[in-house]
């Protein structure tokens, strides 16, 4: 059974920085795609950050590039996204998710299939 454990979440001032975690566990050959997303109350849930274990390719959404970076620790089993520059807007509950897609697959599916139980963000200004 594939388990994903976030970490990291917290309150912060808009400037500073947190970095979240995401410990994989339960599986033998790792994801191809893990990435983050985040839901803010009264919206929708939002793609943050992608990464495809294979090439370490990175994909993100526009709000946060330049200022998160997601990255992949396979001995680890360890999905991690270091945030900067916090802005109020990106307050929402952070989940990861990770799923056996591959190529272009990673890009853009929606429909992961392994979540984690998220961790809460939240920057005031």
């Known amino acids: 059974q594939v388990q994903l454990v976030e970490s990291g979440g917290g309150s912060v001032q808009a400037g500073g920085s947190l970095r979240l975690s995401c410990a994989a566990s339960?599986?033998?050959?790792?994801?191809?795609?893990m990435a983050w997303f985040r839901q803010a109350p009264g919206k929708e849930r939002e793609g943050v950050a992608r990464?495809?274990?294979?090439?370490?390719?990175?994909y993100y959404a526009d709000s946060v590039k330049d200022r998160f970076t997601i990255s992949h620790d396979n001995a680890k089993r360890t999905v991690y996204l270091q945030m900067n520059s916090l802005k109020p807007e990106d307050t929402a509950m952070y989940y990861c998710?990770?799923?056996?897609?591959?190529?272009?697959?990673?890009?853009?599916?929606?429909?992961?299939?392994?979540w984690g139980q998220g961790t809460q963000v939240t920057v005031s200004s």
């Open positions: 998710a990770a799923d056996w897609f591959y190529g272009d697959n990673c890009r853009g599916r929606t429909d992961f299939r392994y």
């Open positions: 339960g599986y033998t050959t790792s994801p191809g795609c």
């Open positions: 990464i495809y274990t294979p090439t370490g390719s990175t």
